[in-house]
Nanobody
Framework: QVQLVESGGGLVQAGGSLRLSCAAS????????VAWFRQAPGKEREWVAT????????DYADFVKGRFPISRDNAKNVVYLQMNSLKPADTAVYYC???????????????WGQGTQVTVSS
């Protein structure tokens, strides 16, 4: 089992950057593929990015491709989401999730963090 804790959210102006961290405890994070999802008020949870167990493979939703690189440091048990060129539409609670298979579907991820709020002002 693994516990996930997100951090790094906050309030930023449009065009700015934030780096989200997903720190794992318990079982080592390199046992899992990790994804980031987000959920804005009144909207469904949506997939943002996924990274494989080794970090060799990544995948992105079209709306963040080229802006939000995902990376992981397995030695530190942390996965990152670097958020660049932020837009007001990126405002949401961001969650990291860990599972046995890299997927875009939230139901395939067994472990979830509590989320971190990202607010982008115009």
């Amino acid at each position: 089992q693994v516990q996930l804790v997100e951090s790094g959210g906050g309030l930023v102006q449009a065009g700015g950057s934030l780096r989200l961290s997903c720190a794992a405890s318990g079982r080592t994070v390199n046992s899992y593929a990790v994804a980031w999802f987000r959920q804005a008020p009144g909207k469904e949870r949506e997939w943002v990015a996924t990274i494989s167990r080794s970090g060799a493979s990544t995948d992105y939703a079209d709306f963040v491709k080229g802006r939000f690189p995902i990376s992981r440091d397995n030695a530190k048990n942390v996965v990152y989401l670097q958020m660049n060129s932020l837009k007001p539409a990126d405002t949401a609670v961001y969650y990291c999730a860990a599972g046995s298979t890299a997927s875009t579907a939230w139901r395939t991820y067994k472990y979830w963090g509590q989320g971190t709020q990202v607010t982008v002002s115009s």
